[in-house]
């Protein structure tokens, strides 16, 4: 299944290392009980009573992301509007009511899912997540709750819809798709004549419907949804010993839950009681729910997806506007508030006490700029996000996280920028303002800072528009922000590239207006470019700048 | 009866290991007009700044009306208020009208209303010839205008000593005249004065004292006859023969 390459992850493992440390082991469940020990479940979970499972609702059919509750899809909790359906949505349910729980659906990126997990912030990870050795370090999974199989899929009327084993497709002339590891496995098929891979499922039905190629190899999940969708198809599956060898590749998926969690044995028992036949039927009525009609056109699909996903994209998008606003706001007040402290000038003969404090609060700054300015913005996210619930049990809302995540960010940068802006104030200001008899403060507030502050406001509109683009990477936190949400509109309807462009516009449009509403407030704060002469005799006349 | 306004002690100012001012002793009487000569670098602006605080002497002491400004209780600010500047490159605020480059302190400092401020600072623009401007702002204005406002602006805030330092050396030479002529006036007018000038001319026919300095020490100091017709100091002689054959 899904296998993307978990480097964040990895940066962040020491995260792990120090929960494993200060988890105590827990003493394993009686697995002969028939029903569940309802205390030990609970102690397990979060909050008593709730199951909270996150997954990415982005990752059709297994799960996505749909504005209506219809075909009992669940609503997410931290996406109010939003609802997920899927195989893994089914499962998490069909679980939550076996063991007798509520069931909470988080939406989380990928990259969110393990330390959100680790930080204790959902019970169990249900996103169509294949269980490999490095992620069995960090976490514990269940048994397969599915097992994706390779097939072939072929023309009904064909010879080979009667095959049982990849040895009856000798010499066929098979395809499979581009950059991935199903092309590598048609060389296990006696004198195939492999074809060139396709880039796509349409491409490659379309190749087996005409006749070119005799079979594609896909997994069941693809398989079922082509073969709902085109009547002349079907698709040969293989036992054991006739199928393909996968080798290293994993084709299960199960349940992730925390190292040594008393929940793994309740699992795989509520996990039991769903029959194969039961599972094969879900997955069939959900890559069924999930198929849509004929493409209407590149454009057609832009519509389509408005049509489906128009009111999370706007939600979206007022988010990363209000994100960006605020913290700007914010950042700048503290970076503006840094600035001023440390253009102060504290006396060290005068006042040795003072001047020790001031420089140690002023080291504590430099600390702060450098740390917020030398680390990415993702990693802050996930440390503070998830640290804090991790270490001190914080449970901060995705939104005050992303607010103070930004703000501070913005205040490291644009400290820097105001001291540079105050620093670039003629000297002959400031002494011209101290020889008329005013203290420091009054010099800064009526001379210095609206000057300093005039020249940077074009790096400040700079900033509000690099955190109108920088709130993307608080997907990670789980910030239903524009970008987040256009990920799952991409990943429900596979429609990417239309989805991208819309939000592609959204972001141009938000950046635009800022950018020019930003110009129009330096004109006026520059002042008028002319201005009256004033005389007793004759009319006032206006002198324009440069006529001089 | 003149009475001292400010009173220089053993005055003596380093910049790290480089003695800028030695020895410095110095009076200030009300109404004189008081120009400093001396080459570039012998510690003119220094001195200038040291009176207004805006460079802390190393040592010494300066008494203003009797009192030590050095001392740790003294409200700097206030006596700042009371000894104006005008800068060779004028200073004016950028951020504001000529009107407002004079009401500001008046209001901020003084805590005089904003009407009464800006009548003050109307009668002060007038006098240097820029009240027709009072609405430009610094950028829209030539360097003379410039420092015609700056000196309204430090007169608005009733000084009672003006101190000048090298107030015509940046400006084109057609502008050198209305600024001479406002300085002029404004002696004339009684005002307390202390001008670091090259201006030979303002020196001899304006101030009452001249004071010559010589790397960082006070050369010779004397009524201003005495100075410029009948100096004694070789270096004053060796230094007005220069400016005079210059000017010539
Ligand atoms: N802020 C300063 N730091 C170091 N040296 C200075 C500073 N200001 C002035 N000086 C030095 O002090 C000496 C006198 O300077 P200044 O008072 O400006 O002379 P003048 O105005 O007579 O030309 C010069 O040698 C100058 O380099
Ligand atoms: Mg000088």
């Known amino acids: 299944m899904k296998n993307k390459t978990w480097t964040r992850w990895l940066t962040l493992s020491f995260l792990a290392l120090i929960f494993t440390l200060i988890t105590p082991l827990t003493s394993t469940i009686n697995a002969q009980d028939e029903s569940y020990d309802q205390n030990l479940i609970n102690e397990a979970l979060e909050e008593p009573g709730t199951l909270k499972v996150g997954m990415e609702a982005n990752y059709a059919p297994f799960n996505w992301s749909q504005t209506s509750s219809s075909n009992g899809a669940v609503e997410i909790s931290n996406s109010p509007g939003e609802y997920a359906n899927g195989y893994d949505v089914q499962m998490a349910v069909r679980l939550a009511e076996e063991l007798n729980l509520t069931l909470e659906i988080i939406k989380l990126d990928w990259d969110g899912l393990p330390p959100a997990l680790e930080s204790g912030m959902i019970d169990a990870v249900i996103a169509g997540m294949s269980p490999t050795p490095e992620r069995e370090r960090q976490i514990d999974f269940s048994n397969a709750y599915y097992n994706s199989e390779i097939v072939l899929v072929v023309r009904e009327d064909s010879n080979y819809a009667a095959a049982n084993s990849i040895g009856d497709f000798d010499s066929a002339r098979v395809t499979a798709q581009l950059n991935t590891f199903h092309y590598d496995l048609i060389e296990q098929i006696p004198n195939v004549h492999r074809q060139t891979a396709m880039d796509s499922f349409p491409a490659m039905i379309t190749s087996v419907l005409s006749g070119k190629s005799d079979a594609y190899v896909s997994e069941a999940p693809g398989a079922m949804a082509a073969t709902a969708a085109n009547s002349d198809l079907m698709y040969i599956t293989f036992d054991e010993n006739n199928g393909f060898d996968t080798g290293q590749v994993n084709t299960s998926i199960a349940v992730g839950m925390q190292k040594d969690s008393p929940l793994l044995d309740p699992v795989n028992q509520a996990l039991s009681t769903i029959s194969q036949a039961d599972r094969d039927q879900l997955m069939n009525d959900m890559v069924l729910l999930n198929e849509r009609g004929e493409s209407t056109g590149f454009w057609g699909d832009v519509r389509e997806i408005w049509d489906m996903y128009g009111s999370q994209f706007l939600v979206g998008a007022r988010n990363t506007l209000i994100i960006a606003l605020i913290s700007t706001v914010i950042g700048s007040t503290i970076g503006l508030g840094i600035a001023i402290y440390r253009s102060i000038p504290v006396d060290k003969k005068r006042n040795p006490i003072s001047y020790f404090f001031y420089k140690l609060f002023d080291l504590l700054i430099m600390v702060y700029i450098e740390i917020f300015r030398g680390t990415p913005m993702m990693v802050q996210s996930m440390l503070i996000f998830y640290g804090s619930k991790l270490f001190f049990n914080i449970d901060m809302s995705p939104l005050f996280a992303a607010l103070l995540i930004v703000s501070v960010n913005t205040g490291a940068y644009i400290s820097e920028v105001f001291r540079g802006g105050i620093m670039g104030i003629d000297k002959g200001q400031s002494e011209a303002a101290k020889a008329i008899g005013m203290s420091h403060f009054q010099s800064m507030t009526t001379v210095i800072l609206p000057q300093a502050i005039r020249n940077t406001l074009p790096a400040l509109g700079n900033e509000f528009v690099i955190n109108i683009k920088d709130t993307s990477v608080l997907n990670v936190i789980a910030v239903t922000e524009l970008f987040f949400v256009t990920r799952s509109a991409a990943g429900s309807t596979y429609m990417t590239f239309q989805s991208f462009l819309i939000a592609s516009i959204i972001y141009f449009v938000m950046t635009f207006v800022t950018t020019r509403l930003l110009r129009l407030i330096e004109n006026y704060m520059s002042g008028s470019a002319s201005y009256t002469v004033h005389e007793s005799s004759t009319m006032p006349k206006t002198v324009e700048r440069g006529s001089l | ?248």
Do not use: W
Not at chain 2, 67 to 82: C, E, F, P, V
Not at chain 2, 134 to 160: C, F, K, T, V, Y
């Open chain 2, 1 to 248: 009866m003149s009475k001292t306004i400010l009173e220089v002690q053993h005055l003596e100012k380093r910049f790290g290991d480089n003695l800028v001012l030695k020895d410095i002793d110095f009076e200030v009487e009300a109404g004189e007009v008081i120009s400093i000569i001396g080459s570039s670098g012998s510690g003119k602006s220094t001195l200038l700044r040291c009176l207004n605080l805006l460079e802390t002497p190393t040592s010494g002491d300066i008494l203003y009306h009797g009192d030590s400004i050095l001392a740790r209780s003294y409200d700097q600010n206030k006596y700042r208020a009371k000894v104006g500047m005008v800068f060779q490159g004028f200073n004016l605020f950028k951020n504001m009208t000529a009107l407002k480059n004079c009401t500001v302190g008046q209001v901020k400092i003084l805590d005089r209303s904003q009407a009464e401020a800006e009548k003050i600072a109307l009668e002060n623009l007038e006098k240097v010839g820029m009240a027709p401007y009072r609405d430009a702002r610094p950028d829209q204005l030539s360097g003379g205008q410039q420092q015609r406002i700056a000196i309204a602006r430090a007169l608005s805030m009733n000084p009672e000593v003006l101190l000048f330092d090298e107030p015509t050396s940046a400006l084109d030479p057609e502008m050198v005249g209305e600024v001479l002529d406002t300085m002029t006036a404004l002696a004339r007018e009684g005002l307390t004065m202390i001008v670091v000038t090259h201006e030979m001319a303002f020196a001899r026919d304006v101030s009452s004292r001249v004071v010559f300095m010589d790397k960082g020490v006070i050369a010779e100091s004397g009524p201003t006859d005495q100075i410029i017709n009948n100096p004694e100091n070789e270096r004053t002689k060796e230094f007005l023969n220069r400016y005079l054959t210059e000017n010539k």
